[in-house]
């Protein structure tokens, strides 16, 4: 589930565009072929809460997690919920420059 989120191509353009996009971070773990319940839940950015027992958190979350991701460096923490095994995985954005240094290399 953390590499597909992490290599999603729509997760990374949000990352790029500072955009605390929940739906695409879980909707990449629904994606993982894992089995899980979205209603039980947890996600932050960095050290705010977005999304809590499978619901949107109320109050200004959007702003100050869209702060957190102006940072070099952010994290992403999904909870599911369901027991105690962790996993962790590093990733990028994919911002347009990311594309152009990538479309202009040749091998």
């Given at each position: ?6 290599e ?10 500072e955009?605390p ?6 909707a990449?773990?629904?994606?993982a ?10 996600l ?12 949107l ?13 102006k940072?070099?460096?952010f994290s992403?923490?999904?909870?599911l ?9 590093l990733?990028s ?7 152009r240094?990538?479309?202009?290399y040749?091998?």
């Open positions: 589930m953390a590499r597909t989120i992490a999603s191509l729509l997760v990374k353009t949000a990352f790029a565009g955009d996009n929940w739906g695409r971070i879980i990449a773990a629904g994606r072929g894992v089995d899980f319940n979205p209603d039980r839940v947890d932050s950015i960095g050290t705010v809460s977005v999304v809590r027992e499978g619901e958190v109320s109050g200004d979350w959007e702003r100050r997690a869209a702060q957190i991701m940072q070099r460096e992403i923490v999904l909870n919920r369901a027991g105690s095994a962790e996993a962790a995985f990733t954005d994919l911002s347009e420059e990311y594309v240094i990538n479309a202009d040749r091998t």
